[in-house]
């Protein structure tokens, strides 16, 4: 069964305009805006869906991010869509650099679906 995520959400550098926005989103709401890009890169192509993970990223069920992306890059890249629900956003965890959030998440390729609760 392929992994369907591996959810680190770190805050990344911004662009001035994210940085005014972020002024006035709430928690909740900017953990969401940023899961919601990692989502849109997921579905459309594979390096946008690399950039978003944080450099400090290590792989639940690989030894090594290489090992990880060849194992995404497999699986992902030989869908020929794929179509991702996120529900019930849950933010754990605010530090200054990170915020910690658990959400459900339904997948679905023309080969396989799942449901599962990321964290």
């Known amino acids: 069964m ?13 662009t001035p305009v994210e940085t005014e926005l972020n002024l006035v989103l709430s928690a ?4 969401k805006t940023r899961v919601d890009s990692w989502v849109c890169a997921w579905q ?16 639940r069920y690989q030894s090594s991010v290489t090992g990880w992306r ?7 890249g030989n ?12 933010v754990i965890d605010e530090l200054p650099n990170s915020i910690e959030v658990h959400f459900w998440l339904d997948y679905e390729s023309p080969t396989y679906s799942d449901s599962t609760k990321e964290n």
């Open 2 to 14: 392929p992994e369907i995520a591996d959810v680190t959400v770190a805050i990344q550098k911004t």
């Open 28 to 31: 909740e709401a900017k953990v």
């Open 44 to 59: 459309q192509q594979l390096d946008g869906y690399f950039s978003r993970y944080s450099s400090g990223f290590e792989p």
């Open 70 to 76: 060849a194992s995404r890059r497999r699986v992902i």
């Open 79 to 90: 869908a020929q869509w794929i179509r991702l629900t996120l529900y019930e956003y849950e």
